[in-house]
């Protein structure tokens, strides 16, 4: 049976984007408590701020870097700050809209590349020689079942999370033979505190109705779960695509309500 593989101590260092709530944050906490030295990062300082003391105060290793993954000035003075870097997990990102393609606001098309796409593409180069001078490198992209399949409604999002899919699988043929994993993990639904009000522009009703009679779609921590075991496999081992779904949910359109 294969062991989790304790970090070793030049790869001890996990970046977490979009850290501030939901699947970021759960992974920035599973990361801490399996032994990794945690850096935060988002937009929102206080958030990050917040969860570093709260991962500190529970005897972990954790630190806050506001950051906009979409700034690549910013994000190239980020990585000044590592000689090495043993995991990047590329999460920020999200949805704006679920308007049809026929009347979708490009602004949020724009958006949603720049975060998703532009924002793993600007921590990916920037930090990847940190990566690889780490001798044991991970990168992880958290995608999407969007990444594979559209849905109405869906279509600036899909395209977007398509082209994260596309990064991850060019980037692992471009450095095969380097000592750098690129895993990618593909979540369906999600119930976040945020996903779906963001993607609703603030409108609760319109959120709850996404998870409206599922049982159990997965949590933050569910997701979070399967990053921590892709990241802790032994080096050799490469999760290239891990697709997690709640139960309920057999593909993106088709899912079990109950009521
Ligand atoms: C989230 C999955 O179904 O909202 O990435 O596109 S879905």
């Keep these: 049976m294969a062991t989790a593989a304790a970090p070793s101590a030049a790869s001890r260092i996990a970046v977490v984007t979009g850290a501030s709530s939901g699947i970021g944050a759960a992974t920035a906490r599973q990361l801490a408590a399996a032994g990794y030295r945690v850096v935060l ?6 958030r990050v701020e917040a969860l570093a003391e709260e991962i500190q105060a529970a005897g972990h290793k954790a630190t806050a870097y506001p950051l906009d993954v979409t700034d690549r000035a910013a994000v190239d003075e980020f990585a000044t ?3 090495t870097v043993g995991v990047l997990v590329n999460n920020a990102g999200g949805a704006l809209g679920a308007d049809p393609v026929a009347t979708g606001d490009p602004d949020d098309w724009r958006r949603m590349y720049e ?6 593409l600007n921590l990916t180069q920037a930090l990847l020689p940190r990566l690889e001078a780490s001798g044991d490198g991970t990168i992880v992209v958290v995608s999407s079942t969007a990444g594979f ?49 963001t993607r609703f522009g603030g409108d609760r009703d319109k959120a709850a109705k996404v998870y409206q009679g599922v049982a159990d779609p997965l949590s933050a921590d569910d997701v979070a779960d399967t990053i921590t075991w892709a990241v802790t496999r032994p080096a050799h081992v490469n999760i290239d695509l891990l697709v997690v779904r709640p139960r309920a949910q057999a593909s993106n359109t088709k899912v079990h309500r109950e009521g």
């Design 81 to 83: 700050a590592f000689k």
């Design 41 to 46: 990062t988002a937009r929102r300082k206080d």
């Design 149 to 197: 399949a559209t849905y109405e409604g869906g279509g600036g999002y899909v395209a977007a999370k398509h082209a994260e899919h596309v990064l991850a699988e060019t980037l692992r043929l471009e450095i095969v033979g380097r000592p750098v994993r690129v895993v990618e993990i593909a979540p369906g639904m999600v119930k976040t505190d945020e996903f779906a009000l």
């Design 115 to 120: 975060t998703n796409v532009l924002g793993t």
